[in-house]
């Protein structure tokens, strides 16, 4: 932030007693540092003038998302009421439409395409891994070892979304995939993928350049992002035939709804669950 050091430092002790994620609390510094450096001063300094003017810029200039400048107001009204002590009634009065979008999906064939046009093993299982068991992106690269329970059958995922746990069944050729990524890059670390120095887990920025390359080279929507895996994850199992509450559970939401959200393509038969991931993520 500008000129704030130490109001940054106050600001993140505050998310920290409020039980603030690490991605939340970087949301939220990212945000008033955007105001600071819109208005050209220290955050303390602006009046409802000034954050008006910042919101009208994201809306009607920037164009930003109503989901992002949404969390950029609870970002600034963290920063006011917590750090500072200070009400802004102008935030109030902020409120961006909600669009309900429907996520980007790929067939399965289209998966198939674009993980093969990634030439290194070592990140195409991550990307096959991600979408054979419907992770986050953040999820994948800090998968440790002992996570995979490969006797049941099953992944652990560790802190996910919301600080939520959950198990998800691991495809049996994704645990083919898994034994041979270990074979080769033996000795083991506590994370399944690493980093190239071999000292941190994989970087996001990393996996996401490499599979923007690949969409790029194999034809596919080439709006498709890593995040789009987990969003063809749960479009394909629905129209296979998975129940929505399983697969709520399998992708760690806390509503249904979100996850009725990809209904929009078939209304689903009844099946047998697992039979029918590992018949969808045989051939990877």
């Known amino acids: ?3 704030m050091h130490p109001l940054r430092e106050r600001m993140i002790e505050d998310m920290q007693l409020a039980g603030l994620r690490p991605n939340t609390q970087e949301s939220y510094a990212g945000a008033v540092r955007l105001l600071a450096r819109h208005c050209g001063r220290s955050p303390e300094r602006l009046g409802e003038e000034d954050v008006r003017a910042f919101f009208l810029h994201e809306i009607n200039v920037r164009k930003l998302a109503p989901s992002t400048v949404r969390t950029h107001i609870y970002g ?3 920063f006011y009421e917590r750090t500072l002590g200070r009400e802004l009634p102008i935030l109030d009065l902020v409120r961006p439409a909600k669009r309900r979008k429907l996520p980007l999906a790929l067939a399965h064939d289209e998966v198939k395409r674009a993980l ?3 030439r290194k093993a070592h990140f195409r299982t991550a990307l096959a891994t991600i979408y054979s068991c419907g992770l986050r992106l953040g999820e994948v690269c800090t998968l440790q070892v002992g996570h995979v329970q490969s006797a049941l059958g099953q992944l652990r995922v560790a802190d996910g979304k919301g600080g939520i746990d959950r198990l998800v069944p691991l495809p049996g050729r994704t645990l083919e995939l898994l034994r041979e990524h270990y074979r080769l890059t033996w000795p083991p670390l506590p994370w399944v993928f690493a ?5 941190d887990h994989l970087v996001r920025a990393t996996l996401q ?3 923007k390359a690949a969409v790029r080279e194999s ?3 080439p709006a498709a992002s890593v995040h789009t895996l987990r969003h063809s994850y749960a479009t394909n199992l629905v129209v296979a035939g998975i129940p929505l509450p399983v697969l709520q559970k399998w992708l760690g939401h806390r509503s249904l709804q979100t996850t009725a959200v990809y209904t929009h393509l078939a209304d689903p038969p009844p099946c047998n669950c697992l039979a029918l991931v590992n018949e969808l993520l045989a051939d990877l």
Request: no cysteine; hydrophobic share 50%; aromatic share 16%.
């Open 209 to 211: 350049r490499v599979f």
């Open 76 to 78: 600034v009204r963290f």
């Open 116 to 118: 093969w046009s990634v």
């Open 219 to 221: 034809g596919v929507n």
């Open 195 to 199: 980093d190239k120095a071999r000292t």
């Open 1 to 3: 932030m500008t000129a």
